[in-house]
């Protein structure tokens, strides 16, 4: 599940581009709709296929203020998502808030994005529209846009949406799926109630997945309640993945106990700080150097908080400069290593820059011309070898050994040891390799996967067979390909890495191989007392004339076409292409019986055959012909003979 983002200057069209999209006006407030202005958060979603494959995916847009005045609600949903749709007006080209925007997509590193150039009707000089993508490039040299698209369009006269739905579904293609650390936490950044449910929230989810029923957390306040509902693009759904903008429905959480900024997440995976360790980059624009123990906004997630800035290892830093900060919220926040933020001026407001969390939890208050501390947080910002293994076995899921290395541009004697140490905390193992050997054993193209992504295709798996079971109980089991089709689309992973999956929970005895299908070890085929009776009186049929049995359709109709194919597979049935059905006892007694005609006769005709079982020629026809495809017999002119 992806989350697109909207951005760009006030009454640049963004909320009018969603509309035409998704076909759902994203402003929800009523002074939105008078004034034509997006104050807060609103929410769209629309579903991007394939061309070459016809495979679709449903993306959600969160669409955000362009006006300075509401910039900080802006901040609040900007945060989580995958790619940026950025827009800017042909009539009026760059203006303030473009590039403020464009600034804090830069500080936030996403990176993904395809630009709009909207209102494109308005102007009647193509020439203006030359220069106004001109001067466009121009601005977004060097910024997390410098590669995006730029595609112009009319909301209003529909011109252009085509090959902006296709430049999306591109950009999204290039971005690897969220990883499920099995750690869930949404920041919220709405809070609403809904007669007869209750209170519910609205977040981005990410690092890991939540479930109906499950307990969780409010972070900070430390309340608990229960997931009752959970709904994404207003589908409920019995469990959300991360990365989908997603509606959290509580039992017994009143309103005013969850508000905009919580966090929630499952009891003890997070806790909250009043002291962040962070890298900082002073954007080079702003109207003067950042001074020592200022107050400052801080945003993170969906969190605001006035926030006191410690400068580390300069009295100041000045535009453009990058610098160590210990930030001391107001406010408890929740935050992890990596995660971005953003710092601005409360007054007059302007954006400063931002930078990562390096240290989410520092024990105190550090020294600020300690040379110990920044060699401490120089080292903890580049990460030890093991957390850069981590992060790409993570990002990955699965990955060739030599891929993993290369990407983590560790050497090969640093790699190895990482490696040894991931895998003695039970971090990931060989999908290559049914034993636990030494990682000094492991081979290049030997295939890693993470333990969460794992966890994943196992629950995946088990559900998919289980729910296939339940609507299709005279059925063996779930076609193998069907199963790993199922895991491709959820987990964006290789065929050949989920082939391997599939192995190892075979060998592990989760599912049981059937030939093409596979079914949990508790499945059998099960008919009710109608069936049956249905059966039972079919097989009358069959015992009267074991030789000539009634015809394919038939059966079918009388006892159903699942039966049939349920009764085929027990073995109780034997279907000789294309239409003629024995009980496999009668099957078996007339191939002993031919083998013992054979022993008389070197050659035998359809018509000896026939004559011998006292059936017509029909049934010996595709009796004999399913003989020859086996091998057991072979045409000799207008005779079989058994063969050797």
């Not at 006030?10 to 939105?32: F, M, N, Y």
């Not at 905009?260 to 002291?275: C, L, N």
């Not at 302007?350 to 060699?375: N, V, Y």
């Not at 009267?544 to 049995?549: D, F, M, S």
Request: proline share 5%; hydrophobic share 40%; glycine share 6%.
């Amino acid at each position: 599940m992806r989350v697109i983002g909207t951005a760009g200057h006030v009454d640049h069209g963004k909320s009018t581009l969603i509309e035409a999209l998704t076909g759902v006006h994203p402003d929800r407030l009523k002074e939105e709709r008078l004034r034509e202005m997006t104050i807060d958060l609103g929410f769209g979603w629309m579903t991007l296929s394939s061309p070459e494959s016809g495979e679709s995916e449903e993306i959600g847009i969160v669409d955000v203020p362009g006006h300075r005045d509401f910039i900080e609600n802006m901040l609040a949903g900007i945060g989580g998502i995958d790619a940026s749709l950025f827009v800017v007006a042909a009539d009026e080209g760059v203006m303030p808030q473009t590039r403020e925007h464009l600034a804090i997509l830069d500080i936030l590193q996403i990176d993904s994005g395809v630009i709009a150039l909207t209102k494109i009707d308005m102007v009647a000089d193509p020439d203006w529209l030359d220069l106004v993508e001109a001067d466009l490039m121009d601005v977004i040299q060097g910024t997390a846009l410098e590669s995006a698209p730029i595609i112009r369009v009319s909301a209003p006269k529909q011109i252009g949406l085509d090959e902006l739905r296709e430049a999306l579904r591109l950009c999204l293609t290039k971005k690897a799926p969220r990883a499920d650390l099995n750690r869930p936490r949404i920041p919220v950044d709405r809070v609403f109630s809904i007669a007869g449910f209750g209170t519910v929230i609205t977040g981005t989810l990410s690092d890991g997945h939540l479930n109906v029923g499950d307990e969780v957390e409010i972070l900070p306040s430390g309340v608990r309640s229960r997931i009752r509902g959970l709904q994404t693009h207003k589908q409920s759904e019995e469990r959300a993945l991360p990365g989908s903008r997603t509606a959290v429905n509580f039992s017994g959480l009143a309103m005013d106990e969850i508000q905009r900024g919580d966090v929630v997440a499952h009891p003890g995976a997070y806790q909250a700080t009043q002291r962040l360790d962070v890298n900082f980059r002073l954007l080079p624009d702003v109207s003067q150097s950042l001074k020592h123990n200022a107050m400052v906004k801080l945003f993170i997630g969906a969190t605001e908080s006035m926030a006191r800035l410690r400068l580390l290892g300069s009295e100041e830093l000045k535009p453009g400069e990058t610098g160590w900060l210990q930030l001391e919220p107001n406010l408890p926040v929740v935050a992890v290593r990596g995660d971005r933020f953003i710092l601005r001026r409360p007054s007059p407001g302007e954006t400063l820059g931002g930078g990562a969390i390096i240290d989410p939890h520092p024990k105190r208050r550090h020294k600020r011309f300690s040379e110990t501390t920044i060699q401490r947080l120089e080292a903890l910002a580049k990460g030890t070898p093991t957390d850069v293994l981590q992060q790409s076995l993570l990002s990955s899921g699965v990955i060739m050994l030599s891929d993993l290395i290369s990407q983590s541009r560790l050497d090969q004697t640093t790699a190895q040891a990482a490696l040894q140490e991931l895998s003695t905390q039970g971090l990931f193992f060989n999908l290559n390799q049914s034993e636990h050997p030494s990682v000094n054993e492991y081979q290049p193209k030997d295939w890693l996967i993470s333990k969460t992504l794992w966890e994943q295709i196992n629950e995946i798996s088990m559900q998919a067979s289980a729910k296939y079971h339940q609507e299709y109980p005279l059925r063996r089991g779930i076609p193998k390909e069907e199963l790993i089709s199922r895991l491709k689309k959820v987990t964006r992973h290789q065929p050949v890495a989920l082939n391997l999956c599939m192995q190892r929970i075979i060998q592990e005895g989760k599912l049981i191989e059937a030939g093409p299908l596979l079914h949990l070890p508790e499945h059998s085929l099960q008919f009710n007392e109608k069936q049956k009776t249905n059966i039972e009186q079919m097989m009358r049929k069959f015992e009267a004339e074991p030789y000539a049995p009634p015809p394919l359709k038939e059966c079918q109709a009388e006892v159903g076409e699942e039966v049939i194919n349920a009764l085929i597979e027990l073995d109780e049935l034997v279907l000789l292409p294309p239409d003629v059905l024995f009980r496999k006892a009668d099957y078996e007694k007339m191939l002993a019986e031919l083998r013992a005609l054979f022993a008389e006769h070197e050659t035998l005709t359809v018509a000896q055959v026939r004559d011998h079982f006292q059936t017509s020629r029909r049934y010996i026809l595709a009796l004999l012909e399913r003989l020859d495809s086996q091998g057991i017999t072979a045409r000799k002119g207008d005779a079989r003979i058994l063969k050797k």
